[in-house]
Every structure is written in C-alpha cells, then in structure tokens.
C-alpha cells in the first residue's frame, strides 16, 4: 500500500494507529502491515489533523555578552547551556529569542523566521564567540565566508589524558554513528572535515588543554575528532567517560565539588573580515569561569 506525497513510515504509523480500513465485499478484514490489496477492494485513511505551525518568535529579556555591535554585526559571547536557536525539543529561551530582544527585531531574515541573524552554530554547551547579521546582505557575505573557509576559528579544549603528540591534524569524515544515530563519528564515506590542534598545557596523565582550529565544519567536528586521538573532552558524556569534572578528578582527594557539569569546549577566538568596511576583524572571548576554575584546579591551584 502506498500514498502520493507521504513516507512508508507514515503509512506504517496510520496502519498500527487504525486510521486504514479495507471494505472486501461486505467484509472488513483485519488491516495489518503487509495487506495484499485485490481487485476491487476499497481503502479508506483517517488522515491526521496536519501540525500548527509554530508560534513566531517572541523576543525574551535574556542577558547577552555583546563583544561588538554596528549596523551590520553583533558579536556576543554565548554562554553554555544556551541553545542558538529554535529546534524540534526547544522553542523557547534560545539564543534567536534573546537576539529579538537585543537587537528590536533588526536581524536578518536568510536563515527563516526561527533563525533571524543565525548565520551559524555552536552546540548548546559550548561558550564563546558567535557572530549574528543585522541585515540581510551581512548574512550572505558571512555565510560566503564560512563557506569558502576564511573566517578563522579557534577553540580551546580540555580533554581527557591527552594526545600523544603535541601537535597535528585530523583528516578524517564525519557522518551519522552507525547504531546511535544522535551521535556523529568518524565514518568511510562520511563528509569531508579537517581540524589542526596543539598542546597547549599537559597535566600529567590526566588532562591537557588543547588548541583547535577546524578548517570545516561539520556537526561536532572538534569533539568527534578530539575522541578519534582518544583524547575526548572532559564532561562530554557523549563521547567521552563522564557528565562532570570534580575537583577529585583534577587531583584533589576528597573534594567532590563539581567543576564542570558541561563538556569543556569554548569557542575562543573568531577572525572574519566586515561584510561592510572590508577590514578584517578579530573577536575573543576569555575562558569561562567553569572551564577557569577546572584550569585552576588541574594546575594545582
């Protein structure tokens, strides 16, 4: 049984949910995936009422830490544990929300009506420099920029153990886990995607803190490489050991207080050139007080 315009799935759903009935004759036969139809038989679907389409967004009083502002740019400094925008699990309370608010609605409209001035992402629990486009003709020199990989990014990353070199690249593709679909893995045939990254600072055989500069960028890029070095950052229990970082961890016995309750990633340093004057700008954003304080602790501190 197939319908024009709808998934197998779909269908499947409809079929288990008994929204499909089959008139044979004067009988009605149990419907079950599989049905062979025959001549002559009769189908009838209970479609269901189509989704609301979302509520526009509402500008939210969030508090932002604004690196730059001028008619064509915001730059903020995005806390973890802010969405940047709208998804299937969140509409409120995003990044998108605060940015209404920020910028009275003077955003640009590429992105669509859940992503004004999104020109990119970081994940929810990474910190730092984002950029936002106040009209329409910053968003395409942006993305262009972003596209054609000369805006500069770099982050800075604590990470279990450590890799053993002290510098390197990761060449390696990236796509969809083979089993847990939310997760991204290296993968054959997956996209292209490329990260540089350095030692910074080693602590022993505990951490390190790392510099990584992607060249692509792909769905988390930094920590599936990070985890291809088997070196996977600190609090990332996606692809790490753990959902926190204690001060025990960092090497102090018996203080269980809890540095990290996010994966230890900050998007440091941003460098872009002005979709507007041409100049070519550098953004920076410091460390975070949570990654500052498991620094510190892992220094001895």
């Not at 690196?67 to 990044?95: C, Y």
């Not at 262009?144 to 070199?165: I, M, N, S």
């Not at 060449?171 to 045939?189: L, N, S, T, Y």
Request: net charge positive; proline share 8%; hydrophobic share 40%.
């Amino acid at each position: 049984m197939r319908a024009r315009g709808h998934s197998r799935a779909e269908v499947q759903a409809w079929i288990e949910a008994g929204r499909v009935r089959v008139r044979r004759g004067g009988t009605w036969p149990a419907v079950k995936k599989g049905l062979e139809l025959r001549a002559g038989d009769a189908v009838e679907v209970q479609l269901p009422a189509p989704p609301r389409p979302p509520a526009p967004l509402r500008p939210e009083a969030i508090p932002l830490a604004l690196l730059h502002q001028d008619e064509a740019l915001l730059v903020i400094d995005k806390p973890a544990g802010l969405t940047v925008h709208p998804g299937a699990g969140q509409r409120e309370h995003t990044l998108a929300h605060a940015l209404l608010h920020a910028s009275a609605g003077r955003l640009s409209s590429v992105g669509g009506e859940d992503r004004p001035g999104i020109v990119h992402r970081l994940d929810k629990d990474t910190s730092g420099v984002i950029v936002v486009a106040r009209d329409d003709a910053a968003h395409r020199h942006l993305a262009r920029q972003f596209h054609d990989r000369t805006v500069e990014k770099t982050y800075l990353a604590l990470v279990e153990r450590g890799p053993r070199a002290d510098h390197g690249v990761v060449d390696a593709p990236i796509g969809r886990h083979p089993r847990e679909r939310k997760k991204m893995a290296v993968v054959e045939g997956g996209r292209p995607a490329r990260t540089r990254w350095r030692v910074l600072e080693r602590f022993g055989a505990r951490a390190a803190l790392v510099e990584c500069r992607p060249e692509t960028g792909r769905t988390h890029q930094i920590r599936v490489h990070l985890k291809h070095l088997h070196a996977p950052l600190l609090a990332d229990p996606t692809y790490g050991r753990a959902d926190r970082f204690t001060a025990q961890d960092a090497g102090r016995p018996g203080d269980d207080r809890v540095l990290l309750a996010r994966h230890a990633l900050h998007a440091a340093r941003l460098v872009l050139t002005h979709p507007v004057t041409g100049a070519r700008l550098t953004f920076e954003a410091p460390l975070p007080p949570d990654m500052d304080a498991a620094l510190e602790a892992l220094r001895g501190g």
